[in-house]
């Protein structure tokens, strides 16, 4: 997914000083986008593995220990944070987020065909892949 004009319009402005090239700022800006797919593509891992463990098993551990093996394998502390952050946040939008409005409905609907989310599910893989990412980054 390609990042808007506003958002690659916003990283530069905050990356522009006095002193600093633009070939630099492009290459920075750059730089973050990466790290910002990197992290939108592992919580996309780590949610719609722990749906689909959960469909399987119905079996909290066995989510839990999905996720454990996602972050534990995954070596960029930065993409973990990052991920950990969108999630927090509530980026992926779950059946269970307090979003509201047509956007709600909307991504809402997708990332339950896109994750295979679920509402009864939702709080619980949200949580364990919180518990998760900040355990492991606290022991990186």
């Known amino acids: 997914m390609t ?17 600093v090239s633009l070939e630099d700022i492009d290459k ?8 910002e797919q990197k992290a939108v593509d592992i919580c996309e891992l780590m949610l719609s593995s722990a749906f689909g463990e959960f469909k399987l098993s119905n079996n909290q551990k066995l989510v839990e220990k999905t996720i454990q093996t996602i ?10 944070k990052l991920a950990k952050s969108f999630i927090k946040r509530g980026r992926h939008t779950l059946p269970d ?32 892949t919180i518990d998760q990412l900040s355990n492991h980054l606290n022991n990186f």
């Open 3 to 19: 990042p808007s004009k506003k958002r690659i319009d916003f990283i530069k402005k905050s990356l522009s000083k006095p002193g």
């Open 28 to 35: 920075k800006t750059n730089e973050i986008i990466s790290k």
């Open 71 to 80: 972050v534990q394998n995954y070596e960029d502390k930065d993409v973990l």
């Open 97 to 128: 987020s307090q979003a509201g409005g047509i956007f709600k409905s909307f991504f809402t609907l997708h990332n339950q065909a896109h994750l295979g989310a679920n509402k009864e599910n939702a709080p619980t893989v949200r949580q364990i």
